[in-house]
Every structure is written in structure tokens, then in C-alpha cells.
């Protein structure tokens, strides 16, 4: 079986730590993208193949690179802070993420790295990730003598 799965270079003990320490209770001071786990996407299988639907609310498509490089997909970009400098007043709440992000997967040997197609519409993208021929399920028949 193959699955599709997050491309992590860092070790199993890292991530455990990661996991662990990384959340301190307090809102971060800068509101930089995680890039550890934005854009947050979905991954469906098929008989012929993938689909990966990554939120990319806020972007356009010349904001957003997707690479396939030793096996691994990599969706990357910025998005760019819509905060001005004010010389009065002060915002009193900020959540919106803003900065340079990159998430990576490892891809099945199944896939065709030739034959990936993207589209982004709506702050979505979408990329159809289509299995080799020889890796789709054939039936055999029985013949009986």
C-alpha cells in the first residue's frame, strides 16, 4: 500500500520534543505562518490517483510555487501582512497570519511526477497527482478448466 504522507526531515525524537515544548501558553508575539502545518490541506485517494486541496485564503496564484524535486512535493510562498503602520491609534487584536511558508510531502512511488496538475481558484489549490499505469489495480480472471 502507498500512502501520501508529510514530508518531515528532522527525526522522530525532534517532532516528539517539537510536539511537546513548541506550545507555551502564550500568544505568539509576531504573527508569523507555522510552517509546519500551514496551509492546512486535504488529501483524498482515487482508483487513478490524488488530490490535494490546500487553503490558501488571501493569496493569488503568482504568491504560491509548487515543486516536485528527489520525490518530494513542496507547496511554498509568502503572504504578504495587510497591517499598516499607524502614527495614531493601535489594532487591539491580531490573528491573520502573514510571512513566507512551505510544506512538504513525501511522494508514493505509485505517483507520476510528469503528469501533476495544478489549478488555484478562490484561495484554493488543487493538485490532481496521477498514479502510473502499472500501479492500478488489474483484474485477473479465473478461468476454469
Same mark, same amino acid.
Given at each position: 500500500?502507498?500512502?501520501?504522507?508529510?514530508?518531515?526531515?528532522?527525526?522522530?525524537?525532534?517532532?516528539?520534543?517539537?510536539?511537546?515544548?513548541?506550545?507555551?501558553?502564550? +500568544?505568539?508575539?509576531?504573527?508569523?505562518?507555522?510552517?509546519?502545518?500551514?496551509?492546512?490541506?486535504?488529501?483524498?485517494?482515487?482508483?487513478?490517483?490524488?488530490?490535494?486541496?490546500?487553503?490558501?485564503?488571501?493569496?493569488?496564484?503568482?504568491?504560491?510555487?509548487?515543486?516536485?524535486?528527489?520525490?518530494?512535493?513542496?507547496?511554498?510562498?509568502?503572504?504578504?501582512? +495587510?497591517?499598516?503602520?499607524?502614527?495614531?491609534?493601535?489594532?487591539?487584536?491580531?490573528?491573520?497570519?502573514?510571512?513566507?511558508?512551505?510544506?512538504?510531502?513525501? =511522494?508514493?512511488?505509485?505517483?507520476?511526477? +510528469?503528469?501533476?496538475?495544478?489549478?488555484? !481558484?478562490?484561495?484554493? =489549490?488543487?493538485?490532481?497527482?496521477?498514479?502510473?499505469? +502499472?500501479?492500478?489495480?488489474? !483484474?485477473?480472471?479465473?478461468?476454469?478448466?
Amino acid at each position: 500500500m502507498y500512502a501520501l504522507t508529510a514530508y518531515r526531515p528532522t527525526n522522530a525524537l525532534s517532532r516528539r520534543l517539537d510536539d511537546l515544548l513548541g506550545d507555551s501558553g502564550f +500568544e505568539s508575539s509576531n504573527r508569523a505562518i507555522s510552517a509546519t502545518n500551514w496551509p492546512k490541506v486535504d488529501i483524498a485517494e482515487s482508483e487513478n490517483g490524488y488530490k490535494i486541496s490546500a487553503d490558501l485564503p488571501g493569496l493569488d496564484k503568482k504568491d504560491v510555487t509548487v515543486t516536485v524535486e528527489d520525490g518530494v512535493l513542496t507547496i511554498e510562498g509568502e503572504k504578504q501582512s +495587510e497591517h499598516e503602520k499607524k502614527e495614531k491609534g493601535r489594532y487591539y487584536h491580531l490573528e491573520r497570519s502573514y510571512g513566507k511558508f512551505s510544506r512538504s510531502f513525501s =511522494l508514493p512511488e505509485n505517483v507520476d511526477a +510528469e503528469k501533476i496538475n495544478a489549478k488555484f !481558484a478562490h484561495g484554493v =489549490l488543487e493538485l490532481e497527482l496521477t498514479k502510473r499505469p +502499472e500501479a492500478k489495480p488489474k !483484474a485477473i480472471e479465473v478461468k476454469v478448466d
